[in-house]
């Protein structure tokens, strides 16, 4: 059974960087397309950055384009999501997730999630 582990979440400020880890067991990471959603209170969870078996294609929803960047390592079963300038509406539970498409989980609901990794962002 596929298990997704996300890791690096905490409380910074404005502005500031973060770089979250999520590591998939079960399953090979070359087997997957894998990507960041996240959920504030009282929000419907978002698609945040996706990308492909063999990092040939990105995708980022248009509030963080610019400023994260989602990367992967195939060979530690790794995937990161690199944050930076930081916002008050960045705030929020992080979930890494694995699919079969990293264009589809633009749209569609993964087939795996991880527990999530909470983000707070404080003046």
């Known amino acids: 059974q596929v298990q997704l582990v996300e890791s690096g979440g905490g409380l910074v400020q404005p502005g500031d960087s973060l770089r979250l880890s999520c590591t998939i067991s079960?399953?090979?990471?070359?087997?997957?397309?894998m990507g960041w959603f996240r959920q504030a209170p009282g929000k419907e969870r978002e698609f945040v950055a996706s990308?492909?078996?063999?990092?040939?294609?990105?995708y980022y929803a248009e509030s963080v384009k610019g400023r994260f960047t989602i990367s992967r390592e195939n060979a530690k079963n790794a995937v990161y999501l690199q944050m930076t300038h930081l916002q008050p509406g960045d705030a929020a539970v992080y979930y890494c997730?694995?699919?079969?498409?990293?264009?589809?989980?633009?749209?569609?609901?993964?087939?795996?999630w991880g527990q999530g990794t909470q983000v707070t962002i404080v003046s």
């Open positions: 079960g399953g090979s990471a070359r087997g997957y397309a």
């Open positions: 990308v492909s078996v063999e990092s040939l294609y990105f």
């Open positions: 997730a694995a699919d079969i498409s990293a264009a589809g989980m633009r749209i569609g609901k993964p087939s795996h």
